[in-house]
Each structure stands twice: as C-alpha cells, then as structure tokens.
C-alpha cells in the first residue's frame, strides 16, 4: 500500500510533487526564507543532505536531500505548501516523517484549504525521526492547498541575542500524499 512505507518513499501514487525533495527547492511553497546553505536564522528554509546544525542524515536513504527549517518567532506561518489535484469524495492521507535537531518539541498543523484537518509534535529528542499521517476526505474539491505549520512562535520575551536559542528547529525527509481506497 502507497500509504505506508517504513524507510523508503513509495515508488509511485505520491500526489505531492517532489516530496522527497531530490529535486531541492522546487514544487513547494513557504511563506519562510529560502537561505542557501545557512538555515540559523528565524523563519528560514533550505533543501539539503546536511548543515552545521544537522549531524544526522535524512529518514529514507541517510543521504537524501530534506527540507531544513529553522522556527518563526511568531505562530502559524506556513513552511510548506502545495496545491493537488484531487477526485471529488475521496479520502486522502497524508504523511511525512520529522525530527528535531534541537531539544524540546514543535508543535505543528496540517492544514488544507487554510482549515486544520490534524496536528502533531515533533519528537523530543534530537536525531529521532517520527511519522505523522492524517487522513482528509475531499468532498466536492477537485483541487486543495495541503500545507504544515508550526503552531506556536519561539519568542518567549527574551532579548534579540537570545531567541535563536529559543527558536525550534525540525527537518523533514520527505512528504508523502496517498489516495486510501475505500
């Protein structure tokens, strides 16, 4: 089944285009800074196999290119999106695998159309990669906007030199989107 795969991305009936990120920054949207190479500033992203902050590999080959954010001091600004083409009345899941490389956990939300459909937590522990999956029905859309946030900003009232000790930190291998068969 498309929907569940352990350590590779499935091979075919992924919705989400580039959602290994193999293809680096391309396919996707974010309302976050793309900073080549240096993601140590807030609300920022880039598409790589590894930064300085990062001592770890991505979740399907070890060597593979993941989406590297670096939190927002403020709440709900998204750092993916992508618009799909769906089939009216059919359930959809959505999947994607992340980790932290600072401690402590982000919240986070899934949303399509701008509405809240599911939420997670990025894991504790740093270098510890975690699955989150959540199924959507489409209703009448023949397209939707799919898109993850973090659900809570990062400063905490400190003063500017000490946010970035505040700011959490995730990277995501890759996204998978699947159509679930009745």
């Given at each position: 089944?498309?929907?569940?795969?352990?350590?590779?991305?499935?091979?075919?009936?992924?919705?989400?285009?580039?959602?290994?990120?193999?293809?680096?920054?391309?396919g996707?949207?974010?309302?976050?800074?793309?900073?080549?190479?240096?993601?140590?500033?807030?609300?920022?992203?880039?598409?790589?196999?590894?930064?300085?902050?990062?001592?770890?590999?991505?979740?399907?080959?070890?060597?593979?290119?993941?989406?590297?954010?670096?939190?927002?001091?403020?709440?709900?600004?998204?750092?993916w999106?992508?618009?799909?083409?769906?089939?009216?009345?059919?359930?959809?899941?959505?999947?994607?695998?992340?980790?932290?490389w600072?401690?402590?956990?982000?919240?986070?939300?899934?949303?399509?159309?701008?509405?809240?459909?599911g939420?997670?937590?990025?894991?504790?522990?740093?270098?510890?990669?975690?699955?989150a999956?959540?199924?959507?029905?489409?209703?009448?859309?023949?397209?939707?906007?799919?898109?993850?946030?973090?659900?809570?900003?990062?400063?905490?009232?400190?003063?500017?030199?000490?946010?970035?000790?505040l700011?959490?930190?995730?990277?995501?291998?890759?996204a998978?989107?699947?159509?679930?068969?009745?």
């Amino acid at each position: 089944d498309v929907c569940s795969s352990d350590l590779n991305p499935p091979s075919s009936g992924n919705l989400i285009t580039n959602g290994d990120f193999s293809q680096g920054d391309s396919g996707f949207g974010s309302q976050y800074v793309l900073t080549p190479g240096n993601i140590g500033g807030a609300q920022t992203y880039d598409v790589a196999t590894a930064w300085s902050v990062l001592a770890y590999g991505d979740h399907t080959t070890g060597s593979g290119k993941m989406l590297g954010v670096n939190g927002s001091n403020l709440p709900n600004i998204i750092f993916w999106q992508q618009t799909v083409a769906v089939i009216p009345n059919t359930d959809y899941v959505f999947s994607f695998w992340n980790s932290t490389w600072y401690p402590g956990s982000t919240p986070l939300a899934f949303k399509v159309d701008g509405a809240t459909v599911g939420t997670a937590q990025t894991p504790a522990g740093t270098a510890q990669w975690q699955k989150a999956s959540f199924t959507w029905n489409s209703g009448n859309k023949s397209s939707a906007q799919f898109s993850l946030q973090a659900t809570q900003g990062f400063d905490v009232g400190r003063s500017e030199e000490h946010t970035s000790e505040l700011q959490s930190r995730f990277g995501i291998s890759y996204a998978v989107f699947c159509l679930k068969k009745k």
